[in-house]
């Protein structure tokens, strides 16, 4: 199965979306070259105003969603590419895309050290850019002017001014949800949050009847285990040196009403009513209230119904629930194969019994009627 690395530079004009038109392709193709994963090194990243880099992650990943919804694509802020291709043993394939950067003299050069640390070396692919399909929906792009320094960001709950021009900093983050089948949406999300965060990090992962038990297809819901355990190992792609904590979230709001060593929470657009909630409680219990970053939606191409507008587990569990429906009727059209074949044997076989019944008794009478004729002829002898 092969796991895929992209390396992107953010193009010299970052502000019109236009300039971002070979990067979409380039992510376009890989994804779709990609088996199990893909990893995305986007170099120069943070040094854009957090709002475009916010805009810049939401259409990146729609793109990759619109490709494969399915596939596992992390966008990593990286400035050494090299580095990190060194030390992650699980890559196997590197696509090539800026030759000055990735080019095949420096992946020996890669190759060589990896070999050296006991990993198996790469492969080098050419990646051709592709278009995208014109079926794609440009809703993400819709706000794309507004990411200039001094917009207005009518999402964010509580303004921050200081942070137009440059990355926010806090020196805790929170935010919850349920991470189900790691998404687009999700690691969206992540990043935001631990780019913002200087030193913690809390992650709340729901878990428990009162919490699931009414989610669409909530049996097909992974463990709570594999969810924190996922959620853990994206945010150490995107800030090794953040102290993360996950917490197991049983209630609605959980330490985001208790906590005093954040400063943030991050929300989607969908939960931001949530965290007007949790400011009003913290409030109450005489508590710093949270600045509160609204991240849009990841455009969603899996449709449960017309009104399934962005990506969410729910609509990657009915796409696993439909691909168990297949295997399940696969089964039974090899089950009956299999009942139908070995009936026609038993059949042939029991036929085939009749007739050795039948040579049997015709082999019998034809013993007696010799048996017959020579005591007859042994009488005429006498």
């Not at 805790?172 to 992540?190: K, P």
């Not at 428990?208 to 150490?236: A, C, P, Q």
């Not at 609204?294 to 990657?316: A, C, M």
């Not at 009627?369 to 007859?376: A, H, R, Y």
């Amino acid at each position: 199965m092969s796991i895929g690395f992209l390396s992107l530079n953010v193009p010299s004009d970052p502000y019109n979306v236009l300039s971002h038109d070979k990067n979409i392709s380039l992510l376009y193709t890989s994804v779709g070259k990609s088996e199990k994963a893909l990893f995305v090194g986007i170099s120069s990243l943070l040094e854009l105003n957090f709002d475009l880099v916010q805009k810049i992650l939401i259409l990146y990943y729609s793109v990759a969603t619109l490709k494969n919804p399915q596939l596992e694509v992390c966008l990593i802020p990286m400035e050494n590419p090299s580095g990190f291709l060194i030390n992650q043993s699980m890559i196997t394939v590197v696509f090539d895309s800026l030759e000055e950067e990735l080019g095949k003299e420096n992946l020996n050069k890669i190759n060589e050290s990896r070999v050296e640390n006991n990993y198996e070396p790469l492969e080098y692919q050419e990646c051709t850019a592709q278009s995208i399909p014109l079926s794609f929906s440009t809703n993400s792009l819709s706000d794309w002017s507004s990411a200039d320094e001094g917009s207005d960001n009518s999402d964010q709950v509580v303004e921050r001014e200081d942070n137009q021009g440059s990355n926010p900093s806090y020196t805790g983050v929170i935010l919850g949800g349920t991470f189900d089948r790691l998404h687009s949406g999700h690691r969206a999300l992540l990043t935001v949050a631990s780019l913002s965060a200087t030193d913690v990090i809390i992650i709340g992962v729901t878990d428990g009847e009162k919490l699931l038990g009414k989610k669409y297809l909530s049996r097909l819901i992974e463990s709570y285990e594999t969810r924190r355990n996922n959620v853990e190992k994206f945010v150490k792609y995107i800030n090794p040196d953040l102290e993360i904590i996950t917490v197991k979230l049983e209630d609605a709001f959980g330490p985001s009403v208790t906590a005093t060593n954040i400063d943030a929470i991050v929300v989607s657009y969908e939960t931001r009513r949530g965290a007007e909630h949790v400011n009003r409680i913290r409030k109450e219990r005489k508590l710093k209230e949270l600045e509160v970053v609204v991240i849009d939606y990841v455009q969603n191409l899996v449709y449960i119904d017309k009104n399934d507008f962005k990506l969410s587990s729910s609509s990657l569990r009915h796409l696993d629930w439909l691909k168990m429906q297949k295997k399940v009727l696969h089964k039974k059209k090899k089950q009956i194969r299999h009942e139908t074949k070995e009936r026609k044997k038993k059949e042939k076989k029991e036929k085939g019994g009749n007739n050795k019944k039948k040579d049997i008794k015709k082999k019998d009478k034809t013993v007696l009627k010799d048996s017959l004729e020579i005591k007859n002829f042994i009488n005429l002898k006498k």
